[in-house]
C-alpha cells in the first residue's frame, strides 16, 4: 500500500502553475491514499475533487471552521481551506474532530478520518495540520491527544494498524512527536503507541520537507526541518501495516514550477493483497 503526505500550499504563488506540477506529482507516483493539507475550494471549484476526479481516486474534504486568517493572508475572502483525503478504494466511513486552538485567533485546526475500503482489510486514514506557531508546542500538545483519542475512536474492526499523515509543524524530536509516538513517554492516549514511518528511512536520504532549497521558502524561513509525517500503528497479523520503505518525494520543480512550499513524504506498507512496489 503506497501512502503519501503533503501540504499543498493553499493558493498561495503561481497555483494555476503549482496545481498542474501536483498533479503530474500524483500520476508518476501513484499513491494509493493521499493525506492533504491546506486544500483550497471555492464555491464554484474544489481542488481535491479536481484531483481525485483526474487520478480516478475517491476523495472526502473537511474545511477549516475559521478560515479568517489565511483569507486576509490571500487577500480573497471567498476561499476556504482544509484537509482532505484522497483514495484508490471507496471510503466506507468518514469523520472530522476540531482540535484545540491556541491563545489569540483560531484558525480552525482539524483532523480528517476516512475509513477506506481496500481489498485485504479495511485501512483506518486520518490526516491532520497542527498550529504553526513556532513557540506552539504547548498547543500541539494539546493537539496530539485530541488526535490520538479520535484514533483510537475509530481504529477497531481491522487488523490493518491505523495511518495518521499530515503536517505537524513539529521537529521529530520534539514534546508533541514524542507524546503522540508513546513509546519514548506516557502515550497521548492509553496503551497506543504510533511509529514515525521515518525511522526506516535510509539515513542518507534528504529527510527536510520544509527545505531552504526550495524558493518559495527561502533562508529567511530556514532551518531546513521535517515537519511533515507519516504514523503507523505496530503491524498487525503477518508484518500487516509494516512500512517496508519511505521517502521523500515532490521535492524538486515540475517542468520549472515547484509544487508546494513543502516536500511530500511517500511510504510503502506491507498489505495482505501482494508485495511493496518500488
Known sequence: MRVL?????????????????????????????????????????????????????????????????????????????????????????????????????????LALYARLDAPSQPVPFFTTHLTSAVDGSAVRCEQVGVLAEFVAAHRTGTAFPPVITGDFNAWPDSDEIRLFGGYKTAPAAPGQVFFDAWDYADPARPSATWDTANPFIGAEFGPSVRVDYIHVGPPGPEGLGFVDSVRRVADRPVNGVWPSDHAAVLAELRSESGPARV
Do not use: C, H
Request: net charge negative; charged share 25%; proline share 8%.
Open 5 to 109: 503526505t503533503w501540504n499543498l500550499w493553499w493558493k498561495f504563488g503561481p497555483w494555476q502553475e503549482r496545481r498542474k506540477a501536483i498533479l503530474a506529482v500524483l500520476r508518476d507516483l501513484q499513491p494509493d491514499a493521499v493525506g492533504l493539507q491546506e486544500v483550497w475550494a471555492s464555491d464554484t471549484e474544489n481542488l481535491a475533487q479536481w484531483l481525485s476526479d483526474d487520478l480516478g481516486m475517491y476523495g472526502t474534504w473537511a474545511p477549516s471552521r475559521a478560515p479568517d486568517r489565511w483569507q486576509r493572508r490571500l487577500g480573497d475572502p471567498t476561499i476556504a481551506m482544509g484537509n482532505a483525503i484522497l483514495s484508490r478504494w471507496p471510503i466506507a466511513d468518514q469523520d472530522v474532530v476540531q482540535l484545540p486552538a491556541g491563545p489569540g485567533e483560531d484558525d480552525g485546526r
